[in-house]
């Protein structure tokens, strides 16, 4: 059995050290309260505790128990001094605790930090580098940046702060690339000014080096449009036909139209090909500052195309992006796997969703792809412009949506000197998050002790905690000169301002937005009500707490012209934070504390029995309710075979919901060669991945991709994520 000591580091339970603390605290005492069967009780009950808990406790969770144990025997003196030798031991370790958890993280046995990101790698360098670098801000963020009660609000799991390791730099979270203006205008990159490319494989590698340049300038996910890429398509055409043309003058030959053309778009067809494999290897191979390949985002929507020609250019585009991902990438056996990015987004639209449609093969790659790869992620055009004042145009990274552009409307014009601002056209690309802090619902709920009165009142004072800490995100960008990252806010990315400007302006009038995360609504509902939200009853209740959350949202915008607004958040490690930090609190209530982590944002818990087309049905009334971002997913078992069904889904989708996707498994054992699904065992209460053909339990020998937070993970995750990931039900 294991144990996570104080600085992440991961180590042998030893139940003898729990025998020694209280046996010292009992000598300390003026006359021992315990004997040593006592002691040895004590021992042997947080032993099987622990081992019964399914996954590996910290050393302060440990701690606890024992505290609890010595009460139990009404050993008060005892435990008076094991308190007071456990303050006077934190007090000590203050001092250092971050030099001790940067040199974990130097000896890769920081077990926490190792299991943080499923998408970084904890053995190599740059990711050290990276994370060394965190612990350093996030050590100043909590001591000096943030005042005492948000930073005990964060450490209890009240809130979450969000990337407070980025938080002393003056970084905001993600984006929308202008990637129009940038191609279309030129940008500068590395003191270098980069032209408008003359062909399209040129502007696909160009977008990359944009993409890198962005993703080390903030700490979020970017998304791009292909739209963005297809005019370059017809740049390449008219450029391979005039060489075409010299080839045969120099040859000294003639070829009808016919012919012509057909050569033309067989070496055209080859130059996207090359152009997208472009975007497909370099975008995974590339390493950023922060450790990792860019988390970025494709958005593939025919209606965004300015016209027909350029619309069936884009559907080229998007055909050859959706066999590139079919086939996978290999890994380092030679195997076509599944790659985490780019992540893949596919509009549902008028004339791609019937089968007599000019673009249902697209449609009908999108669900192949989705079968075999998990991606594309699906946005209903029908649906979002219902919920986004008519406007289509995709997410930042994997689910922060935009507040729909209300500073055009409001004659604020173009606010970021962009070159292809068209006026009294919304804008999108360009605009940005400044941050997220979440709200435990959870936590809110089980302080109320079911008191309905009491939930509301500890919900707004949470709220206002939230707010408080929204305010600190958004004055830590105030000020921030355009020189701070040259690519964001003088070439393009985000605005052209000029050298000395700040970027003040682009942080009110709906410009950017900022994120209230909120997660566990289905625990909160369940605590409340006895119920789930999938009921009537809890429903009602479940609509009313996401109201209040936007009602909250809506008064801070009013009375400051910052856009705020609801997001339901993506928690990867902090659902097992929150978790853990439920279960001192409140310990261990049936349905509600009972597991490892939460349940993200509005979502049915994962071991509730649903039908997918209800799933996401019932899902679509949360989701309305959650405009700064959210995703609805349901899981499937393997459909390669299944096409029709995947079809199916995706038409529910555009009936019914914004944004969605299907989860299917995409594994691989190195050691056998098995390809199908790797299972979730345990060992001495830890969860690990195995091959059930094999047995091979070597995570580096094994490649394993889950959907976990809107977002493919590659690289494992934590023990309360581990835990959801093995109590998912398929819904289909």
């Known amino acids: 059995m294991k144990i996570i000591k104080r600085n992440g580091a991961e180590s042998e339970f030893h139940p003898e050290k729990i025998a020694i603390a209280v046996t010292k605290a009992n000598h300390a005492c003026h006359k021992s309260e315990l004997t040593q069967a006592d002691i040895d009780a004590i021992a042997a009950n947080i032993t099987e505790k622990c081992a019964g808990m399914s996954r590996t406790v910290s050393v302060e969770e440990v701690q606890d128990m024992v505290e609890s144990e010595i009460m139990r025997k009404n050993a008060y003196e005892v435990a008076r001094c094991y308190i007071k030798y456990r303050y006077n031991r934190s007090l000590v370790r203050r001092a250092n605790t971050t030099d001790a958890r940067i040199l974990s993280l130097i000896e890769c046995n920081n ?97 990359t080096q944009i993409i890198a340049q962005v993703a080390s300038n903030q700490y979020g996910g970017q998304s791009i449009s292909l739209a963005h890429l297809a005019p370059f398509v017809d740049v390449s055409r008219q450029k391979i036909r005039r060489h075409v043309q010299e080839e045969m003058e120099l040859m000294g030959r003639s070829t009808d139209a016919e012919t012509m053309d057909r050569i033309v778009e067989m070496r055209l067809m080859r130059e996207i090909e090359k152009g997208i494999q472009t975007i497909q290897y370099q975008v995974i191979t590339l390493m950023t500052t922060n450790g990792q390949a860019p988390f970025l985002t494709v958005f593939m929507y025919l209606n965004e195309a300015k016209n027909e020609r350029e619309k069936k250019d884009l559907a080229l585009c998007i055909e050859e992006m959706l066999r590139q991902r079919i086939q996978g990438v290999k890994n380092e056996k030679g195997v076509w796997i599944t790659p985490a990015f780019p992540k893949l987004i596919y509009a549902l639209e008028d004339d791609n969703m019937e089968e007599d449609s000019e673009y249902f093969y697209l449609t009908k790659l999108a669900a192949q792809c989705t079968a075999k790869r998990m991606v594309p992620d699906y946005i209903s055009e029908k649906k979002m412009k219902e919920l986004k004042n008519g406007d289509v145009y995709p997410c930042m990274g994997c689910r922060s949506f935009l507040t729909p552009d209300r500073f055009t409307d409001a004659g604020m014009g173009n606010m970021a000197n962009a070159r292809n601002y068209r006026e009294g056209t919304h804008k999108y690309y360009g605009r940005f998050n400044q941050g997220v802090v979440t709200i435990n619902l959870v936590d809110a709920a089980c302080s109320s002790g079911r008191n309905e009165d009491e939930f509301w009142k500890i919900l707004d004072e949470r709220l206002e905690l939230c707010h408080k800490a929204l305010r600190l995100r958004h004055e830590r960008l105030l000020g921030t000169l355009s020189d701070s990252a040259p690519i964001l806010w003088q070439y393009g990315a985000i605005a052209r301002l000029k050298k000395g400007e700040t970027i003040d302006h682009l942080l009110y009038n709906g410009y950017s937005t900022i994120s209230l995360g909120y997660a566990g609504l289905a625990e909160c509902v369940y605590y409340m009500k006895g119920l789930s939200h999938t009921s009537e009853a809890g429903k009602e209740f479940g609509l009313r707490v996401m109201q209040a959350l936007n009602d909250a949202c809506a008064s801070w915008k009013r009375k400051e012209n910052i856009d705020y607004s609801v997001y339901g ?154 835990q959801e990931i093995k109590e998912r039900v398929l819904h289909l």
């Open 569 to 722: 958040t993506p928690l990867e490690s902090t659902t097992y934070k929150f978790a853990k930090c439920l279960q001192r609190r409140f310990g261990r209530i049936e349905g509600v504390t009972d597991k490892n982590y939460i349940t993200n944002s509005y979502h049915i818990r994962v071991t509730e029995n649903i039908d997918a087309f209800s799933k996401l049905s019932k899902e679509a009334e949360f989701q309305k309710l959650s405009p700064g971002g959210a995703i609805s997913y349901v899981e499937v078992p393997n459909m390669q075979n299944n096409i029709k069904a995947v079809l199916k889904i995706m038409r529910h989708i555009y009936d019914t919901i914004l944004y969605a996707e299907l989860n299917t498994k995409s594994d691989f054992c190195q050691v056998c060669g098995y390809d199908g699904e790797i299972m979730i065992t345990e060992d001495e209460g830890k969860l690990v991945w195995e091959c059930p053909n094999c047995g091979n339990r070597d995570q580096d020998k094994m490649n394993v991709a889950r959907r976990t937070c809107g977002y493919i993970g590659t690289q494992y995750w934590n023990q309360g994520r581990t």
């Open 111 to 207: 077990e926490e930090v190792m299991q943080e990101n499923s998408n970084k790698d904890p053995v190599v360098n740059s990711v050290q580098r990276d994370y060394m670098a965190g612990e350093v801000s996030r050590d100043i963020t909590e001591r000096l940046l943030l005042p005492e009660e948000i930073t005990k609000a964060h450490r209890e799991g009240l809130i979450h702060f969000h990337d407070s390791d980025y938080f002393a730099q003056h970084m905001y979270n993600c984006c929308l690339v202008n990637l129009e203006d940038m191609l279309q205008n030129g940008t500068v990159i590395s003191e270098t000014f980069i032209e408008r490319p003359h062909s399209f494989s040129t502007a696909c590698n160009i977008a």
